[in-house]
């Protein structure tokens, strides 16, 4: 046997030193082991970290394509709404009366229709960046001019009623466009015709 001799106590601490030997090869590569082993879990957790990343930016983008998708579909209601005949008439009816001084006789009917629908535009106009920038590169001086036209009306009616937010989201709608115009178009007067 290996290191035997004679001498019991010498074998003792042979066996003593081949055990303790035997201890720290298998304490070394234990601990190589583990190191390896924590060199995996953290390639892993990286891996497992940059999956979690691309997903989040996959969801990111898939948000930001269904906003885009919402807002362009409320933009086509909102152009369809403006573009349509009677709105396109009830405009030119309040541009005439408050521009030209021409009254046709249906002006106090056609100020709420106008007020009305503005209004509810910039309910949705207001929700959203993307649809905001699409309907003022669009509509921007017929809802400030409808504004201009429409404001001591909308003032004296919210007197009236004692109510200080009727038509708020018109108003909003008529100075963010007003803003619009000016940031945009500094050198063009905003005139209806």
């Known amino acids: 046997m290996i290191g035997q001799t004679g001498d019991p106590v010498a074998n003792a601490t042979i066996m003593l030193a081949l055990v303790t030997l035997g201890l720290v090869i298998i304490g070394a590569v234990f601990g190589m082991l583990q190191v390896r082993a924590q060199r995996e879990i953290t390639r892993m957790q990286g891996r497992l970290v940059t999956a979690q990343e691309e997903t989040a930016k996959a969801q990111q983008m898939a948000a930001e394509a269904q906003e885009k998708s919402i807002a362009m579909n409320a933009f086509m209601q909102i152009h369809a709404m403006l573009n349509s005949e009677t709105s396109r008439n009830n405009r030119k009816i309040v541009f005439d009366k408050e521009f030209k001084g021409i009254d ?84 063009d007067e905003l005139k209806p015709y």
């Open 104 to 187: 046709n006789g249906a002006y106090e009917k056609v100020i709420w229709l106008v007020a009305g629908e503005f209004n509810q535009i910039g309910a949705l106009v207001r929700t959203s960046g993307i649809l905001r920038d699409l309907y003022f590169l669009s509509y921007a001086r017929a809802t400030a001019l409808s504004w201009q036209a429409l404001e001591k009306y909308v003032m004296a009616e919210r007197q009236k009623r004692g109510n200080r937010t009727f038509h708020q989201l018109f108003e909003w709608l008529g100075a963010s466009a007003m803003l619009y115009w000016k940031e945009k178009y500094p050198e």
